[in-house]
Every structure is written in structure tokens, then in C-alpha cells.
């Protein structure tokens, strides 16, 4: 079936660094990509997403890439800052066609510390 | 901005208990899913619901759990006799379409605690 392989953490920064986060998936068809956060104590965030090969999603500094021949969709940021510490999901919606009933599946989770 | 939102925060009851969760998807939303996360461990979808009907559901998702939009704002999960190992995050999300490329959008999550 389809699923979602992230890399385990946590993963501690130092402030400014440069973060990957690497995700590759298992799907049947063209699925949907997406990267969720969660800040302690919260619910789930969509932080960007891309719907189809090639396509680039990005928010708050934060970047993807959807590679099909790699099946990837790894997390990036040029500098990290202290409120970036969070957890990170990739997850993705298999790609059945319009009008279906959709859920997401989610990797494990990654935990980001940034330190001062 | 819309929010979904979801109440109570934190519920605590004893083994064998019903506890309903509730949630208000955002209002132009159709499509409803609860998921829920085991603490330390992935998030995983339970059940999706739309027309009034539920459209999918996981082998997780059993006689024990029904889903409920009682009036047009609500959307409900009962547990009718909740285990140990129901104990967990339930976190409720809505999106306005089902498509595969639409948000889904989460609430902050009800803390379940079964004793």
C-alpha cells in the first residue's frame, strides 16, 4: 500500500544553519505531497504542499520539490531559526482521481531542534 | 482567518466509558476526517465523512467508534466503550473538496486520556 518514509530524529541545529529533512514515498498513481508541522502543544499546520511532478512548494522559507523518478519530496531550509523547533510530517494523498474520498498518509515525524 | 476548532482539549474518563469528541469543521467545508496519534507515534487516519455518509474508514475505525454531524455546524466521534489503548491525540480536520490536491485542514487536537 502506499506510505511515507521520513528520516528518523531528532535533528539539532544550530541557528542559521541549513536544514534537510528528507521524505520519500510509496504511491500508486500521481499522489498529492505535503509537509505538516506541529509546534509543541499544537495541532497540525499545513506548511506547503505540491500536487505534481516537478512542482515547488514553498512557505516561510521552507521548500520541496515533488521528484517522481526519485519518488522524493525532501524539506528545506536555507537558515533555520530558534521558532522553527518543531516536528515535521511528510504525508501524502494517493492520487485516485477527482471526487474521491481522500486521506492523508503521514510519515513518522521529525523532530527540528534549533539552538541559539 | 477560518480555523477549525475542536473541544474539549483534554478528556479524561475511565476504561469502559462513551466519550464523544466534538468538532466545528470551517463552515463552507464539506468533507470531515478524524485521525489520531498515538503518543509517539505516527498520525493515522480514522475516517472520512461526506453527505452525511462516512466515505472511508481504517481497520482502526470499528463498531466501538461512529461518527455523527448532528446539526450544521458539529461533527462528532463517539467511542462507546473506550480501551487503554484508545488513549491518544484526536486531532479533526475538514477540506472543501475531495480532491487529492486539497488542504486538509487540522484542529488543535482532543487529548484522550483512558484510565
Known amino acids: 500500500g502506499d506510505s511515507v518514509t521520513q528520516m528518523e530524529g531528532p535533528v539539532t541545529l544550530s541557528e542559521e544553519a541549513f536544514l534537510t529533512i528528507n521524505c520519500t514515498y510509496t504511491?500508486?498513481?500521481?499522489?498529492?505531497l505535503f509537509w505538516y508541522v506541529q509546534y509543541p502543544g499544537e495541532g497540525l499546520q499545513l506548511l506547503l504542499k505540491?500536487?505534481?511532478?516537478?512542482d515547488k512548494g514553498s512557505n516561510k522559507g521552507f521548500e520541496a520539490t515533488y521528484r517522481k523518478e526519485t519518488t522524493s519530496f525532501h524539506l528545506e531550509k536555507g537558515s533555520v531559526q530558534v521558532s522553527d523547533s518543531a516536528v515535521y510530517f511528510c504525508?501524502?494523498?494517493?492520487?485516485?482521481?477527482?471526487?474521491?474520498?481522500?486521506?492523508?498518509?503521514f510519515g513518522a515525524g521529525t523532530r527540528l531542534a534549533v539552538h541559539p | 482567518e477560518p480555523e477549525v476548532t475542536q473541544t474539549p482539549s483534554h478528556q479524561v474518563t475511565q476504561m469502559g466509558q462513551e466519550v464523544i469528541l466534538r468538532c466545528v469543521p470551517i463552515s463552507n467545508h464539506l468533507y470531515f476526517y478524524w485521525y489520531r496519534q498515538i503518543l509517539g507515534q505516527k498520525v493515522e487516519f480514522l475516517v472520512s465523512f461526506y453527505n452525511n455518509e462516512i466515505s472511508e474508514k481504517s481497520e482502526i475505525f470499528d463498531d466501538q467508534f461512529s461518527v455523527e454531524r448532528p446539526d450544521g455546524s458539529n461533527f462528532t466521534l463517539k467511542i462507546r466503550s473506550t480501551k487503554l489503548e484508545d488513549s491518544a491525540m484526536y486531532f479533526c480536520a475538514s477540506s472543501s473538496s475531495g480532491q487529492s490536491t486539497d488542504t486538509q485542514y487540522f484542529g488543535p487536537g482532543t487529548r484522550l486520556t483512558v484510565l
Open positions: 505540491a500536487t505534481k511532478a516537478d
Open positions: 504525508a501524502l494523498i494517493p492520487g485516485r482521481g477527482s471526487g474521491g474520498y481522500n486521506k492523508l498518509i
Open positions: 504511491a500508486t498513481g500521481y499522489p498529492s
